[in-house]
């Protein structure tokens, strides 16, 4: 900095963090340009600039604190507001391992994930397509509300993840890490003397950085490899071998009512003889099926079998990237990824029978980068990206069992109904017969982003502009449809071996009569779903913004922002290739044709404007007062964008015979239902619809959107350590939900339906729209150091609630009263501390202690490591077996009937509250319990690792890595078993999280 009469002031050691504007104080002396001042200070640690709530990690913390599986997006898990992060798909449709997250009270599609300045978000499911190895990232920038303009697309948190690029210097790596079966606990329901389940875990690879022409070209380049040979340890039911023969009898409270008998809708029935099926009454198909059932290993008739469920996994990463410096003002960069995996799971009823899967996925990701500065104070930025997610999923084994072997009729052969077997549900906890009904899967999204910004400095304003497009074009043949099953499907509940109208079905009936009408062939539903074209998804998304940094004084810092979004609907391909449902008219209307065009009439909402406030004030020099309201908006996932419409006739056919949990018998067992062939009117109009199961959705189609706010100051606590403590709020409007609209009042049974007396329709009609709200409220502090005298350390807490009336895009229990679903979120948790450690210890060589000599030698180079987290329980709900309300298209809540008292007992016999506290609800009812009115264990985790670095020059250092991801061993406790009607209610029978030891060897150079 200089000026004309004043000494030329230079400063040094300014470090640029990704969106993060760092502020540069200086004062100019009198004298002579010629004489320099040279000013050398650490980078300040205040958040002067900026009114959002983020952090920034740098690439020690990603590649040395001892993170799950390695990956950046565990550390959006130490922000204060994010709720425990989770893998929510299996390795199957994301290998890479999307770490899905809820921050500030929003569900796990209000965020946006960006590496390098593209979007990496997959939309159909709001996974990640590219995760960029530990090694090849160089920083992470989180940020949980009241970002800038420039960041949308999402209501809870952002990423933003810069990778590596090469230098001058020839720079790498090669790391090998390993976890095995004698390095890990066991699982607290693997007890010998079961077998412990097999485990192999290694993640190698390298990578390696470098000029091409100095000062002008440089290259960097990784890979990553990833093997996982497993067992899953599972807790499930089988029937034990007197129900395989039939012999129900002695087990009390259990009546088995012959479905032959009474009436059809279920009144009249009378029990079976001593409690017994007729062996001449059991099902041919149930015999050919039984001899690959396993055995109970466990005593009792219910979570009786504990198996260890195969697994493998290998994934291989290669990245490649090209900076290139054009000119003085000109530089770019190209960067390349491709990762390629197989996944096998196998099942507990074996590869023959069980729902076993194989997948062959991969990712494609392209970027390209160009900035140039047309003058001091303007600078532009270009970005283009492309990302390619492809997967294909079907079952594992789709020859030895099929449909045709087993005899089951099937009306109208196609290629995935002639391969495999249709899929048997039998309710009351025991796995899935066939292969699961949401595959075959074969995924194919191509995705373009193309971002222009602009920047400006005019005199104490900040300017910041731009425009981000995306066209998305999801190509997705999954013939799931209403998971009715492309194979078929059998699904068989206790209404049809249950009297309507009689006692309740007691601690074993909703496994024992769901067993019972398997043997007699009494399905509480059949159906299947029909696929003859694969679905296409087209979309177009513009962001528009402008920003303001505007330096009001030298204390206040204004944030003055406006962003503008638009969502296109989603269009299919071609004329036919999606449908919608009109409730007023019984009509289902073609897209593409007739007045009908290719959005269905969904109309395109202009309105998503989003204004941004903020305010930061500088209290002195140690203490800043930030705060900030900003109204964001983003795009649901699973098809709520519109793509919903794709997977329904005349792309897909629904069929369904009967509605469960109704009493009746719907289907004969071994027939698969045949698709009928419906001809498209010209003018698109279907009147009447098909009796087919159908989703909806309405034309005016309004985008989420989040009002976030926050308060905080921060204080310098000086040694580079800053605290801060604030509110942090957010209401979201219009958040995606599905609720089934043909669902009957109590005691009203399938007449009661209301498209049933309308049009005499009785199957399904699923609505998916925009429409919840929630709330959240906070009290987050932090306490950050940056690295210096060998330590960097984080510790969050969050004391916080959130209430509405659906989790994460899903449905409701009751579904003919959505306020009676309102409640804390699933996600809601009370109390969250979490806090990490980088520590180098202070001895040996160039340390405070120790520092020569042969001890030295010894005690030098250790570093430890750690993630620390402590979190209150879930919330969870108690139910009851629906068949006794007689209200098909609902779910049912238990009755309360006395204060709850939790016992805090774990495992199996042991009871984590008192279950008296809760009853069945009588027939024709709904119970009064509310919606996630029970808390299950929270859970404590420390996570630590020892390193020993060793030189053996400037240029080559060595680490020996010891890692332990859950030191003390606590177990992390699933929720109770919920269901009233259940003979373990009240048990926890899931734990996770067993003690896993890693070891690991890195060289850098």
């Not at 009546?255 to 001449?280: E, F, H, K, M």
């Not at 003058?375 to 283009?384: K, V, W």
């Not at 350390?793 to 009751?814: E, M, P, R």
């Amino acid at each position: 900095m200089e000026a004309k009469g004043f000494k030329k002031v230079v400063r040094d050691r300014v470090q640029l963090t990704a969106t993060v504007s760092t502020r540069v104080d200086a004062t100019l002396e009198p004298g002579q340009v010629s004489e320099v001042v040279e000013v050398t200070a650490e980078s300040p640690i205040l958040q002067t600039d900026r009114s959002e709530v983020a952090r920034n990690f740098n690439a020690k913390a990603v590649t040395e604190l001892p993170l799950v599986n390695r990956s950046f997006q565990s550390l959006v898990g130490l922000m204060p507001g994010v709720a425990p992060p989770s893998v929510d798909f299996t390795a199957a449709e994301d290998p890479q391992g999307t770490t899905f997250f809820r921050a500030n009270g929003q569900g796990n599609s209000a965020n946006n994930t960006q590496v390098d300045g593209v979007d990496n978000t997959n939309p159909t499911l709001g996974l990640s397509i590219y995760i960029p190895s530990a090694e090849v990232v160089q920083e992470v920038n989180i940020t949980t509300t009241n970002y800038n303009a420039e960041f949308g697309r999402a209501g809870g948190a952002v990423l933003n993840v810069v990778t590596r690029g090469g230098t001058n210097q020839l720079h790498g790596s090669l790391f090998e890490f390993n976890r095995n079966r004698a390095l890990r606990a066991r699982n607290m329901f693997n007890v010998a003397p079961q077998p412990q389940p097999n485990f192999v875990r290694n993640e190698f690879g390298g990578t390696l950085g470098g000029p091409i022409v100095k000062n002008k070209t440089f290259y960097f380049g990784g890979f990553q490899g990833r093997t996982l040979r497993q067992s899953n340890t599972v807790t499930t039911t089988l029937p034990v071998d007197s129900w395989r023969r039939g012999d129900f009898s002695g087990v009390a409270g259990l009546t088995i009512y012959d479905p032959a008998s009474g009436n059809p809708d279920g009144t009249g029935r009378t029990p079976l003889a001593g409690n017994q099926v007729p062996g001449s009454r059991i099902h041919p198909l149930v015999g050919k099926l039984l001899p690959d059932f396993a055995a109970p290993n466990e005593p009792g008739l219910l979570s009786n079998l504990i198996f260890n469920v195969p697994f493998r996994y290998n994934g291989y990463s290669y990245d490649g990237r090209v900076d290139h410096v054009f000119g003085p003002n000109t530089r770019g960069f190209a960067k390349f990824n491709y990762s390629d995996y197989e996944v096998i799971t196998r099942a507990a009823l074996g590869d023959r029978i069980g729902d076993g899967t194989i997948s062959t996925p991969y990712t494609v990701t392209a970027i390209l980068n160009l900035s140039h500065n047309f003058s001091p104070t303007l600078l532009a930025e270009f970005r283009g990206g492309y990302n390619r997610y492809y997967t294909n999923v079907n079952g594992l084994d789709l020859t030895s069992v099929t449909n045709q072997s087993l005899g089951i009729v099937n009306p109208n052969p196609d290629s995935i109904s002639s391969q495999g077997m249709a899929r048997i549900n039998i309710s009351g906890g025991m796995p899935g017969i066939g292969t699961p009904v949401v595959y075959p899967l074969i995924n194919a999204d191509n995705l373009f982003n193309f971002v222009n910004t602009w920047n400006k400095q005019l005199g104490r304003h900040t300017f910041k502009w731009g425009v981000d497009l995306h066209r998305n074009r999801m190509d997705r043949f999954q013939p799931q449809g209403l998971n009715f099953g492309p194979r078929g499907m059998f699904n068989f509940n206790p209404g049809t071996t249950a009297l309507r109208g009689g006692p309740g079905l007691g601690p074993f009936g909703q496994f024992g009569n769901s067993f019972a009408a398997f043997l007699l062939g009494a399905p509480d539903q059949t159906s299947r779903t029909f696929m003859p074209i694969t679905p296409t998804n087209r979309q177009t998304q513009a962001f528009l913004f402008f920003h303001n940094t505007f330096q009001l004084s030298p204390k206040l810092t204004l944030d003055l922002g406006m962003r503008w979004e638009l969502y296109t609907p989603i269009k299919p391909r071609y004329a036919g290739g999606a449908s919608n449902y009109d409730t007023e008219t019984n009509s289902l209307l073609v897209a593409g044709f007739g007045s009908n065009n290719l959005a269905n009439n969904i109309k395109t909402d202009w309105n998503n404007f989003a204004p941004r406030v903020g305010f930061s004030y500088r209290l002195g020099s140690k203490s800043v007062v930030r705060g900030g309201y900003g109204i964001s908006y983003y795009s649901g996932r699973f098809g709520f964008t519109g793509g919903t419409l794709s997977t329904q006739f005349p792309v897909l056919y629904n069929i369904q015979n009967g509605v469960e949990n109704d009493f009746v018998v719907n289907g004969t067992f071994g027939v698969l239902p045949p698709v009928p062939v419906i001809p498209i009117p010209s003018n698109g109009v279907i009147r009447p619809a098909p009796n087919q199961a159908f989703f909806t959705m309405p034309q005016n189609y309004p985008a989420p959107m989040v009002q976030s706010y926050n308060l905080t100051i921060q204080r310098d606590l000086g040694w580079g350590v800053a605290w801060d403590a604030g509110y942090v709020g957010s209401r979201a409007r219009n958040i995606p939900y599905q609720r089934q609209l043909n669902a009957a009042l109590p005691g009203s049974g399938a007449n009661g339906r209301p498209f049933f007396s309308k049009f005499g329709r009785t199957a399904d009609v699923a609505l998916r729209a925009n429409g919840l709200d929630n709330n959240y409220n906070s009290l987050q502090t932090n306490l950050s150091k940056r690295f210096s005298n060998g330590l960097q350390f984080t510790a969050a807490y969050t004391y916080s609630k959130t209430l509405g009336v659906g989790d994460d895009q899903g449905g409701f229990i009751v579904q003919t009263d959505i306020n009676r679903n309102y409640g804390p979120t699933g996600y809601d948790r009370t109390h969250m501390f979490v806090a990490s450690h980088v520590y180098e210890l202070p001895f040996g060589k160039g340390k405070r202690f120790v520092t020569e000599g042969p001890v030295a030698q010894v005690v030098g180079g250790w570093q430890f490591n750690g993630v620390f987290r402590k979190v209150s329980g879930a919330p969870f709900t108690p139910v009851a077996d629906v068949t006794p309300c007689n209200c098909p298209g609902n779910n049912n809540f238990a009755d309360s009937v006395n204060p709850v008292k939790y016992l805090g007992g774990t495992g199996r016999g042991p009871l984590w509250f008192d279950v008296t506290a809760f009853a069945a609800p009588g027939a024709n009812r709904f119970g009064n319990a509310g919606r996630n009115s029970l808390r299950a264990p929270g859970f404590t985790t420390y996570d630590v690792s020892m390193v020993r670095n060793l030189r053996f020059s400037e240029k080559f250092r060595l680490e020996l890595r010891g890692e332990a991801y859950n030191i003390s061993n606590t177990p992390r406790w699933g929720n109770p078993t919920n269901n009233v009607n259940n003979a373990n209610f009240g048990q926890i029978l899931a734990a996770s999280g067993e003690r896993e030891l890693q070891i690991a060897v890195r060289l850098t150079f």
